[in-house]
């Protein structure tokens, strides 16, 4: 039984039994919370509910696949068509890490890890973790899939911002729920924390889709004020949950390179080749584990 066949039965048990609305068994308090506080805000940062310890061998894969040049390029805010690395692409990144990372860190502003669940095999009990299940499942209202995942890191230097620093709103669905844990650990706006504008996922200017892509910080202080802009700084271990739908934007560090493990969810797939995970680490997971990771394409060879 394939990853679609299974989690599709587990869905429908899930409809027989009345459980589709209710969460894998009882969210505990932390969730609900969360599901409170993403509903009113847009955002929520829960404190130290991430092992540490699985973070930690995140970042040492996240670190060996840098250093064997297991990299993309950051295509960001382009069409999901436009999004695959070319060849070309990617053997430049690869060239830039022989001189090494100083020099990708000067012409880059930031690279992905590429196939992260594979080159960071750790990081899939994080982001499958019961914490992250029940929030999602908590906001959807019903059984959500992790789509896109991402090991993200950004560099201080002097290129200009990208789109991903500047404000923005992701209007691709009607609920876009996104979890973002630092793998380094981001104090002060110095090491480039996310930016969450509170409420924006519910209230938007008029005409805000006909707007260019990015908004400037003039345009959405105008529009919602000085206090509604949140400044997400965390520790490794802290896990920050938003719908960005809202407008958003990641501060570009100045101080020392930051890395980042991301997931995006949603109720169907998107454009694209899907994110590969290993068998292994599909085989690991519980029923409501592999039910999120229906969109997964499943690597035998990991």
């Excluded at 969460?23 to 509903?39: C, T």
């Excluded at 949140?230 to 990641?250: K, P």
Aim: hydrophobic share 40%; aromatic share 8%; proline share 6%.
């Amino acid at each position: 039984m394939g990853v679609m066949d299974e989690s599709l039965r587990f869905l429908f048990d899930q409809r027989q039994a009345g459980l589709r609305h209710s969460g894998f068994g009882s969210q505990d308090g932390l969730a609900r919370q969360a599901v409170r506080d993403l509903r009113r805000d847009g955002y929520c940062v829960l404190r130290d509910v991430v092992d540490r310890s699985a973070l930690s061998r995140v970042r040492s894969e996240a670190e060996a696949a840098l250093g064997d040049g297991r990299i993309m390029p950051a295509r960001v805010r382009k069409p999901l068509r436009e999004q695959e690395a070319d060849a070309g692409d990617v053997a430049r990144l690869r060239q830039l890490m022989t001189r090494g990372e100083e020099e990708l860190a000067r012409e880059e502003s930031m690279v992905y890890i590429a196939d992260p669940l594979v080159n960071c095999p750790s990081a899939s009990s994080v982001l499958f973790s019961d914490i992250v299940l029940r929030i999602a499942h908590g906001y959807y209202g019903c059984p959500a899939a992790l789509i896109s995942p991402k090991v993200v890191r950004s560099y201080p230097n002097d290129l200009p911002e990208s789109s991903a620093n500047r404000f923005h709103a992701d209007y691709q669905h009607t609920r876009f729920l996104k979890f973002f844990v630092y793998l380094t650990d981001v104090p002060t706006v110095a090491e480039g924390p996310f930016c969450f504008v509170a409420g924006s996922h519910r209230r938007k200017p008029r005409r805000w889709r006909g707007h260019p892509l990015t908004w400037s910080p003039q345009e959405i202080t105008g529009f919602y004020g000085d206090a509604a802009i949140r400044v997400l700084t965390g520790r490794t271990g802290d896990l920050v949950v938003a719908d960005t739908r809202g407008f958003h934007r990641g501060v570009k560090p100045w101080s020392r390179s930051r890395t980042m493990l991301k997931v995006s969810t949603g109720l169907r797939p998107w454009a694209g080749a899907p994110a590969p995970i290993p068998a292994s680490e599909l085989a690991r997971l519980n029923p409501q584990g592999r039910a999120a990771a229906r969109y997964f394409s499943v690597d035998q060879s990991a």
